[in-house]
Structures are given as structure tokens and as C-alpha cells.
């Protein structure tokens, strides 16, 4: 570690000194996301299972709560309950990254940790360049820099990153979230049989490829891997228009499954499919860890959408990482389930079965507060049922359209709204509500909401409306919420 390192690492700790006190007391704080400690966070990065313990790097800006020269913040878990925050891992303390250790992953090979992330330089004019670099480090905790392990192939701006690295067989392969020269969105692939000496094989798919029309002028955070016997790249593509329900955010972040020929470099695959309806999803990355699993953790945000709007600004903070979610292929889709480790947060369940609600609005009895958990399974829904949070947010379902809507985070006098039409009908909503966030999980998560909410710090009431009948039973349990040191 370089004494620059030593530096940065010194003045981001200061930082979190200074403004410790003022974060810590915003009612908004979350109790089981992972937040900077000061400043910006975006991206997940590095996510890894190693020597059984999980490793969940970040994009951190520790100076300010916009974007700029990001560090890669560090969070260690060994049961996605209880965590440790860890020094920053990477800082943007070399020419090849001094404008941001940008995003990227994590493999291990021979016992070491090997962290793969873009470095952002800005040259004097302000003209970008961009450099995929690597870390390693012996403890997973201490990085040693070995520089630049992957050069700007011809064809593409420089808007070219996140490396996402993973083995095949006896070999590595790394995908690139690309901007062609015409402006399209592509995921390049590498090879490599030492993760030093990386080998260009091309464009896999991307926008204006043989399996897509036009399909964005980025694709940012690719991710490869394999789901059940299908191959599914995940990607944030920025650029497309919004459609019918779809496409609702500024970017959007989603999958495409297929089959990926390696020797060809050619993914052949289906239509893209969003992985989250709610209104602050981006840049997912997901990691298989010792257990078999495929986990995925997405940004609590997206770029370029109202960031500063977030009242978290005020207190010198903003944003926060998704629970931990597994992911499989029911032969169809991606279906996504919180990890069962989030259950060790729960407190005695208060159950309530069989509430019939007719033409009316109605608490149930000890069904409130935050942060919680619920779980709702509908015997009849006859023809609209909603719930409302906190007299700020609204859950509702009427002719198999689920809405999410909340004050509009900039002009709070205008409601916003993200929708999905469910394929079945609706049978089970599983609810996790933390100080200033939302997630729903939909019939088993078949679809996924996740969103930021920003209710009064006091208001505790939870509201359930029925038009017509809805029957329908209650799990509820009082979330103790991560354990940090
Ligand atoms: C996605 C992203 C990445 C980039 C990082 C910079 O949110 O723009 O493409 O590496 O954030 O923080």
C-alpha cells in the first residue's frame, strides 16, 4: 500500500470523524442495508465468498454526496447478519485510476483475493480514459495495486468498464460493459488463463447485435454466469426509452438468458427482462458462494435520478445497497428470494389469519412500525386491494396491475407511480420495510420491488383497503436489523 494510499485512507477517516455524529442521528439511517459511513455509495463491487467469509466492496465517495473519485468501501460478513466495516480497500491513488476506482469484482485463485475494477483518469482537457486494473491481496483485507491488465480495444469510447471476472473450465473469462464508436451498448468478453494477460474475443451482444434492434448507448455493470443450465448476463443498459410499464427509470438494470458459445463469443438469448419494478434499482452484481448459491445485491439507486433530491443529503450521506436476494431459473425466469440468514433478524411472529376487509380501510391490530417484516398470502382478492405505509406510501393491486407509489421525491406535491402486471394472480407479497426503504418480493419473487421511501420518522401506521372482498392472512416480525462493528 502506497503512502498516497495511506493518505486518501487517512482523510476519508477523517470525514467519517467530522460528520459522524450528524449521519448517525438521521432518522433515515437504515438498520439492515449497507450504507457509507459518510458521503455517496453506488455499486456493489467485489462481492465474494471466500475462505467463509463474505467480502461486499462498494463505490464509495467519502467527500461529497455527489459522484467523483470513487473508493472502493469494504464491509465483511460471515452470515449476511452480522458485519464489520473494513478500511477502504482501494483508493484513487495511482495515474491509471486517479479519477475513480471505478466498479468491478472479485475472483480468488491460489489462496489470494484478486480484485478487477476500472480505472477512471481524466487527462488535463477533461477527456476521458479508462484502464482495467488489478488488486490482491494475501488477508482480503490489505491490496497490493499490480496496475493495468487490459488496454482500450479499438472500436470502443472510453466509456468502457466494470469488469466482472469469472472461470470456465480451466480458464478466466472477463466481461466489459461497453459504448461502441456508433453509440451502442455492448458486453465485451476477455480470456485469460492467468488473469494477467487478457485476450480481446469480442462483442457477445449488445445494441444493433444480430439478437437485439437498438438497445441503448451504454451498457454499464455486465455480469456473466450460469442459472440452472441456462447462461444469463445481467446488465444496466442506459439509453432506453420508457415503454407501456416498462423502462420506467432514468436506466434500468435487467437480464437476458440464453446460451453463451465461449469459442465464438456469441450469446444467443431471449428478450430482456427487468429484474426490479420499483424506482431505485441499478447495477446488481451477483456472486456463487461456498453453499451453491447465486446471490445477488443491487444499488438502492439510480443515476442521474433526483439523487441530490434524497432528504439523506442534508445529513452528508445518500443511498444504500439491497438485501441480499438468491437467485434460480424456474424454467422460465429469474425468480428472486431474500436469504434465509436475513430470518436470524426476526423477533416472535405475530400471525393473523383470515382478516376480511370489505369496502373499507383498516389497521390490524399490532401490524405496524419499521423496521419490519411482513408476510401477506391473499385467499380472495375481489377487486382492489392496497396497502398504505406510513401515510406516505401505497401497495396497490387492482385487474392483476401491482403500483408502487409515493411523493414525488423532488416535487412532493405530485405522487409518482412504477407498475408491473402480474402473469398470475396475486397470491403472496413479502414485505421488508426498513427506516427509508421498501422491498417486496411478488408470489415468490416472481417480481421485485425496491425503493427508497421517506415517511415521517414517527408515523407508524401500516393501512390495509379492500374495494369488493380480501381476505387474506398477516406474518409480521419486528426486524432487529443488522449487527455492525
Ligand atoms: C454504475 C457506474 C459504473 C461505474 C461506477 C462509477 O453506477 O456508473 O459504470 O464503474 O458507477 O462509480
Same mark, same amino acid.
Given at each position: 500500500m502506497s503512502e498516497k494510499d495511506q493518505q486518501l485512507r487517512a482523510l476519508a477517516q477523517e470525514e467519517i470523524d467530522k460528520y459522524k455524529d450528524k449521519v448517525e442521528a438521521d432518522p433515515y439511517r437504515q438498520s439492515f442495508h449497507h450504507m457509507p459511513p459518510v458521503g455517496l455509495l453506488n455499486d456493489p463491487n467485489g462481492f465474494i465468498h471466500w475462505k467463509g467469509t463474505y467480502h461486499l466492496f462498494y463505490q464509495w465517495m467519502p467527500f461529497d454526496t455527489g459522484h467523483g473519485a470513487k473508493f472502493w468501501g469494504h464491509y465483511i460478513s460471515k452470515d449476511f447478519v452480522?458485519?464489520?466495516?473494513?478500511?477502504?480497500?482501494?483508493?484513487?491513488?495511482?495515474?491509471?485510476?486517479?479519477?475513480?476506482?471505478?466498479?468491478?469484482?472479485?475472483?480468488?485463485?491460489?489462496?489470494?483475493?484478486?480484485?478487477?475494477?476500472?480505472?477512471?483518469?481524466?487527462?488535463?482537457?477533461?477527456?476521458?480514459?479508462?484502464?482495467?486494473? #488489478?488488486? $490482491? %491481496?494475501?488477508? &482480503?483485507?490489505?491490496?497490493?495495486?499490480?496496475?493495468?491488465?487490459?488496454?482500450?480495444?479499438? *472500436? =470502443?469510447?472510453?466509456?468502457?468498464?466494470?469488469?466482472?471476472?469469472?472461470?470456465?473450465?480451466?480458464?478466466?473469462?472477463?466481461?466489459?460493459?461497453?459504448?461502441?464508436?456508433?453509440?451502442?451498448?455492448?458486453?465485451?468478453?476477455?480470456?485469460?488463463?492467468?488473469?494477467?494477460?487478457?485476450?480481446?474475443?469480442?462483442?457477445?451482444?449488445?445494441?444493433?447485435?444480430?439478437?437485439?434492434?437498438?438497445?441503448?448507448?451504454?451498457?454499464?455493470?455486465?455480469?456473466?454466469?450460469?442459472?440452472?443450465?441456462?447462461?444469463? #448476463?445481467? $446488465? %444496466?443498459?442506459? &439509453?432506453?426509452?420508457?415503454?407501456?410499464?416498462?423502462?420506467?427509470?432514468?436506466?434500468?438494470? *435487467? =437480464?437476458?438468458?440464453?446460451t453463451l458459445d465461449y469459442e465464438q463469443a456469441e450469446f444467443t438469448h431471449g428478450t430482456f427482462s427487468e429484474l426490479d419494478r420499483g424506482f431505485e434499482f441499478y447495477a446488481p452484481q451477483t456472486t456463487l458462494d461456498d453453499n451453491g448459491r447465486r446471490i445477488l445485491i443491487g444499488w438502492m439507486g439510480v443515476p442521474d435520478q433526483y439523487e441530490q433530491a434524497h432528504p439523506t443529503i442534508e445529513n452528508q450521506w445518500v443511498h444504500c445497497l439491497t438485501i441480499p436476494r438468491e437467485l434460480t431459473w424456474n424454467g422460465e425466469q429469474i425468480i428472486q428470494q431474500p436469504v434465509e440468514e436475513l430470518k436470524e433478524m426476526r423477533g416472535p411472529v405475530l400471525l393473523h389469519s383470515s382478516i376480511t376487509i370489505e369496502n373499507d380501510q383498516k389497521a390490524v391490530r399490532g401490524v405496524e412500525g419499521k423496521p419490519v417484516e411482513l408476510n401477506i398470502e391473499f385467499e380472495e382478492i375481489e377487486d382492489q386491494f392496497a396497502i398504505e405505509l406510513f401515510q406516505n406510501v401505497s401497495l396497490s393491486y387492482k385487474d392483476s396491475i401491482l403500483t408502487l407509489s409515493r411523493p414525488h421525491l423532488e416535487d412532493k406535491k405530485r405522487t409518482e407511480f412504477r407498475r408491473v402486471k402480474l402473469e398470475e394472480k396475486l397470491t403472496k407479497l413479502h414485505l421488508f420495510i426498513d427506516y427509508s426503504s421498501l422491498e417486496v418480493f411478488v408470489n415468490d419473487g416472481k417480481e421485485v420491488f425496491t425503493s427508497r421511501i421517506f415517511p415521517q420518522a414517527e408515523e407508524e401506521r401500516i393501512l390495509f383497503t379492500s374495494l369488493g372482498t380480501t381476505t387474506f392472512s398477516i406474518e409480521q416480525w419486528k426486524l432487529e436489523g443488522f449487527q455492525f462493528s
Open positions: 452480522n458485519w464489520t466495516h473494513e478500511k477502504a480497500a482501494l483508493t484513487p491513488s495511482d495515474w491509471f485510476d486517479k479519477n475513480g476506482v471505478y466498479s468491478g469484482s472479485a475472483v480468488t485463485k491460489d489462496d489470494l483475493l484478486y480484485l478487477f475494477y476500472t480505472g477512471n483518469v481524466k487527462d488535463e482537457e477533461g477527456n476521458r480514459e479508462t484502464y482495467q486494473c #488489478l488488486a $490482491v %491481496s494475501e488477508d &482480503g483485507i490489505n491490496f497490493e495495486k499490480k496496475g493495468v491488465v487490459v488496454n482500450l480495444p479499438e *472500436g =470502443y469510447t472510453a466509456h468502457f468498464r466494470d469488469p466482472k471476472v469469472w472461470k470456465k473450465a480451466d480458464q478466466w473469462f472477463m466481461i466489459i460493459g461497453a459504448q461502441s464508436k456508433n453509440m451502442e451498448g455492448k458486453a465485451v468478453l476477455f480470456r485469460s488463463n492467468d488473469l494477467f494477460d487478457w485476450e480481446f474475443l469480442g462483442n457477445i451482444t449488445g445494441s444493433n447485435e444480430e439478437q437485439l434492434g437498438d438497445f441503448g448507448y451504454m451498457w454499464e455493470c455486465p455480469d456473466v454466469f450460469e442459472l440452472n443450465g441456462k447462461d444469463i #448476463l445481467i $446488465v %444496466s443498459p442506459q &439509453g432506453l426509452e420508457e415503454d407501456g410499464m416498462n423502462y420506467a427509470n432514468t436506466y434500468q438494470s *435487467g =437480464y437476458f438468458a440464453g
